[in-house]
């Protein structure tokens, strides 16, 4: 996940008013992609005429959006009664205003803006690059609360890119680099006092991308120049404390680099036609190769992943190192659930000694494509996901068809006269796999359902239902009308399979844990939306947010408060049919959560209300706010009906919100943790001014924010500085100004989550400070129970959220179902739960689901205990003798070394231990 910027932290600030593809980086990179909310944003155009679709016409965007706004403000009324009682508008409670101070942006097309200093001293805060490139494009600012561009010197032509460096000391200014715009430019702009001045650095190349990391007491960057090919560029590194020397040149060849944490560069370069993993010591200015076939690296927390393409097989492969390990330069192959060829890997959080992944891939199977045939009609067919394989070549049969008031779904109606025949049933009023079920009970040697439409239907099943053993297909409306009405009077239908091969019958996007060591994982989340669809609560460790696709095809929002152990519905009290559901990746235009680390359990989302998310009509969400990290939900008393921008400032003493569709520009503010909202009075504010947007000024204590308006009538930007200092003018006392508030896990049992009771403060929402400093949390361990364990490598929980045995691991059979693997529940890494008299339900081979005691005598036990601990002292006095063996591997999990070339499965040889896809 993206890291919140600290004082001296550069920050490229989300101006958000087109939301466009992803563009192509210029590195070209490929592989693996990090699972995080988007964090840079293109200025073009006033948000009130953007539309969700991006594939539409600017004109029929600005024509729709204008008929939105029409139609909210005549609907007004209506849309209120979406909203519970409580969010209705209330009195507002007076209050003081934040202190407004304007500015005109000097760039009239888009812009960027940067921030490029640290808190303290008179040096430049912002760095603006304006989108035309035909001339000087680049402005600093001195002062943030008077803020006022100027030109920034030393630059003669159009920029394409700024690069803020991280400073090593929060005092000294920040290095910056513009990359020109122009081709034919072979130089860079380096400045030292945080964009005031700039250096033209002449290069003997073209620089297309650059990346800069502190290193030591230099501020060392890496550049990357375009090759005649496409795709493939020079690496090298520059100092910036050396101005006048020359890029060192890393490699030639280079399709992907990227600074690690430890100070190392990492890159892929071609050799002939195979990709190699690399890394680049800067220090002893040398290169080691790591991996071959790699097409992607990422890190990401602790751990530092690698992927690999088989040349001839293209499968993906996923590996796993670590970057500040006893071996960072060694990785080792980590082993997934699952049967089919992945397509492709999100890194979704690395931290607390497990990884978290989502993989995409496809199931596929040794078959043909299926037909069904009465009489002269011929259609192709669908098999369902939980139908057993077709193996006949050809079965015909008589057929009985149901008719709409009948669709299959009472057991006491209709099925008298199925037995041996093939059933056609419309789709509706039940679920599909209960259709088969009561088929393949009175008899039934195969079932047809017909959808409502003429679009493919995907037939899915929970992981707990029975699956029938009777082949289920489906059918197009139209095709199922033409078999079911065959002018030729045919009573015998024809289901028959075409050539067999390799096909691909489904894909899958699943959220996947590991064990400590990042090697093992096993299914957290099966049916996610889309990889990018699970996010990180970033106010509340442990919790996660996730979209996924519930059994009614409805994208609906889950939360996990154990490090997605197990997961629960966001609203789970709610009637399923009007939960509350949350765009985590905002694929439907409302914008993302806002959260901020300082502000314990503090989420401002906009929500859905109804049985999923509706990515038809984003207008329909609104501004939720949650005190306690998820678990309970409040409507905002906001003044629009719509989603908002929002942010969250000063560990959570002030919420800044503003309508994201709205044709007006009005910001809101709380200073009472949601109880109360006001709105800010903007100068210069009239008809054709719009709301474009906003940002918190870094480093959790700030007290700032800024936003950014488009005058349609003068195509010009105006950026307001809101200080809410004047509003709070005392720090906080930390004896009588604070509240105290304890995570809770998924059963709300207080004070308990992930083994321990974590007590935080947050400032009262009474009191009128700000928050300078606040009491240290307060922690203390609790007794381990269900939610404090992950199922180990081999075990799922069920996928049926809300079921009464949700918390048990049974086997997922992707991990060779013939094998005993007797290890069910694994701690979860940073849970910190006492064991206590706590036992877990145990149900594998050898053991007895209802008593979970093991299937062995007293007697035997012991003997095997006895056994175990003369082994255990053996190889301890072996390891002694051997240690300077053993010197090369892991400290934690005993993993082996994997050689560049010789790249190996880790886990033991003998293939009756190995577990491996």
Known sequence: MVRLATLSAVLVV????????????????????????????????????????????????????????AASASAAGSKQQQKPASSLRARRAAATQPTVASHVVPEPGGFEVFWAANLTGNRPRFVLRGYNTSRPNVYY????????????????????????????NKNQNSVVYALPASNASKAMYLSQDSGQTFNKIVLPFHPVYLEA????????????????????????????????????????????????????????RLAGSVPILSVYYPDAKKSVDVLKNCD????????????????????????????????????????????????????????????????????????????????????????????????????????????QDNPGCNA????????????????????????????????????????????????????????????????????????????????????????????????HTALYQSDNTGLQYSVSLKDLFDGTDVTRVLSQRNTFLSNFINDDDQV???????????????????????????????????????????????????????????????????????????????????????????????????????SAFSDTAVIEFSIDEGNTWATVNLPGVGPDVYFAGMFPEPGVSSMVSYAYLYNTTSGTWIGYTLNFQPMLPTPCNVKTDFTRYTPSDSDGAAGCAMGSS??????????????????????????????????????????????????????????????????EYLPIPGSSCLLGNFALPYNTCGSSPSTGKKGMSDGAVAAIVLVVLIVVAVLAL???KYRNKFSGMFAAGGRREVPYGNVQNPHDDDDEDMLTT
């Open 758 to 823: 974590v007590t935080y403060f947050r400032r009262s929402p009474s009191k009128t400070c700000y928050i300078s400093s606040y009491p240290a949390p307060i922690y203390a361990q609790c007794p381990c129970k269900a939610t404090d364990y992950m199922c180990a490598p081999g075990y799922m929980r069920s996928q049926e959220i809300g079921d009464d045995n949700a918390l048990l691991c049974k086997r997922d059979n992707s991990y060779y179902p013939d094998k005993c693997l007797t290890t």
């Open 412 to 507: 006491d109606y209709g099925w008298a006269n199925v037995k041996g025949k093939i059933v056609f049933v419309p789709r509706g009023q039940c679920k599909f796999i209960e259709k088969a079920q009561l088929a393949e009970m009175n008899g039934a040697i195969a079932i047809v359902i017909i959808n409502y439409n003429d679009t493919t239907l995907h037939m899915i099943a929970p992981d707990t239902d029975q699956r029938p053993t009777i082949p289920v297909f489906a059918v197009k409306y139209s095709e199922g009308y033409a078999l079911t009405h065959s002018v030729s009077g045919a009573k015998k239908a024809v289901i028959y399979q075409g050539a067999v091969g390799k096909q691909i019958v489904n894909y």
């Open 296 to 403: 992607g690296f990422l890190e990401m927390g602790i751990y530092l992943f690698a992927e690999t393409v088989d040349p001839v097989t293209h499968a993906l492969t996923l590996y796993v190192s670590s970057p500040t390990g006893p071996t960072p330069n060694t990785f080792y192959v980590t082993t997934f659930p699952i049967q089919g060829d992945i397509m492709w890997f999100d890194i979704v959080d690395g931290g607390f000694n497990t990884a978290l992944v989502v993989a995409h891939h496809a199931e596929t199977k040794m078959q043909g494509d299926f037909f069904i045939s009465v009489g002269s009609v011929n259609v192709s067919t669908w098999k369902a996901d939980f139908s057993p394989d077709f193996n006949a070549s050809i079965t015909t049969a008589e057929f009985v068809v149901f008719g």
């Open 556 to 658: 609906s929002t889950l939360i996990s408060f154990n490090r997605v152990a197990s997961w629960d519905y966001l609203d789970k009290d709610s009637d399923p049919t009007n939960g509350l559901h949350i765009d985590v990746a905002g694929d439907s235009g409302v914008p993302p959560p806002a959260f901020s680390t300082g502000a314990a359990g503090i989420v401002l989302a906009n929500g859905f209300r109804g049985p999923g998310i509706d990515y038809d009509h984003p207008e329909d969400s609104f501004l939720h706010v949650s005190l306690d990290g998820g678990y309970n939900w409040t409507p905002a008393n906001v003044r629009d009906i719509g989603p908002y921008t929002a942010h969250v400032i000063n560990d959570g003493t002030v919420f800044v919100a503003a």
């Open 878 to 880: 072996l390891a002694v």
């Open 141 to 168: 600012t001195l002062s943030l609360s008077n803020v006022n561009y100027v030109a920034s010197a030393g630059i003669s032509e159009g920029i394409d890119s700024i690069v803020v460096a991280d400073t090593m």
């Open 213 to 268: 990391k502190p290193h030591s007491s230099l501020d060392l960057s890496m550049l990357m120049a375009p090759t005649q090919m496409s795709g493939i560029f020079s690496l090298y590194t520059y100092t910036a404390k050396n101005m006048g020397a020359s890029p060192v040149l890393v490699s030639n060849n280079v399709l992907n680099a990227s600074f690690l944490s430890n100070g190392t560069i990492m890159y892929i």
């Open 14 to 69: 989300a101006v958000v008013l087109l939301l466009l593809p992803a563009a192509t980086d210029a590195r070209g990179r490929v592989g693996l992609r990090r699972s995080q909310p988007r964090n840079h944003f293109s200025v073009k155009q006033p948000l009130s005429v953007l539309s969700t679709n991006p594939s539409r016409s600017a004109k029929e965007d600005e024509g729709k959006a204008a008929a939105a706004a």
